[in-house]
Nanobody
């Protein structure tokens, strides 16, 4: 079992930045690929970014590529999502997720956090 707790959400103006954190507990953090998803009101949850267990491989959705950066610190059992040049359309609840592999974490993660709200004002 893995428990995930997100933090760092908030209200920011368009063009601003936020850094989300996801702290993991439970099984060995460094064994898992980690990911971020988001869900806007009235829309389905969508993939944002993922990172391999070592941090050596990352993946981004096209709509955040070049603006968002995922990273992880296995010693701190934490994964981060640095979000720059935020747009109003980035407004959503952001969820942290984990799974055994990059392929799985981008599609059907085994574990989810509770989410953190990000609101970008125009």
């Amino acid at each position: 079992q893995v428990q995930l707790v997100e933090s760092g959400g908030g209200l920011v103006q368009a063009g601003g930045s936020l850094r989300l954190s996801c702290a993991a507990s439970g099984r060995i953090f460094s064994n898992y690929a980690m990911g971020w998803f988001r869900q806007a009101p009235g829309k389905e949850r969508e993939f944002v970014s993922a990172i391999s267990w070592s941090g050596g491989s990352t993946s981004y959705a096209d709509y955040v590529k070049g603006r968002f950066t995922i990273s992880r610190d296995n010693a701190k059992r934490t994964v981060y999502l640095q979000m720059n040049r935020l747009k109003p359309e980035d407004t959503a609840v952001y969820y942290c997720a984990s799974a055994d592999t990059m392929v799985v974490v981008t599609k059907v993660p085994a574990y989810w956090g509770q989410g953190t709200q990000v609101t970008v004002s125009s």
